[in-house]
């Protein structure tokens, strides 16, 4: 009888890194963060609220369509870090 061998793909990933993109080489350098108790958020060091500070540079664009009176129109809006 011969014997059956299942041939597993190489190339397989699970569900969750089907959209992912390759990481950039360079570090990325957080600042050190402590929280405030005064104001309740992170800060830096200096005392700059973290969510001021430059994040990983991304960019997005949502499209939405609106139907009303039908009249079909297209609501963009941009959100860049």
Known sequence: MPSQTMER????????????????????VLPALHLCPERQISVTTDGTPFINEPSMGSSFETVSQTREDSQLADDKDNDTD
Do not use: D, H, I, Q
């Open 9 to 28: 793909p190489t190339t397989v990933r699970p569900f969750g890194l089907s959209k992912t993109v390759p990481v950039p080489a360079e570090p990325v």
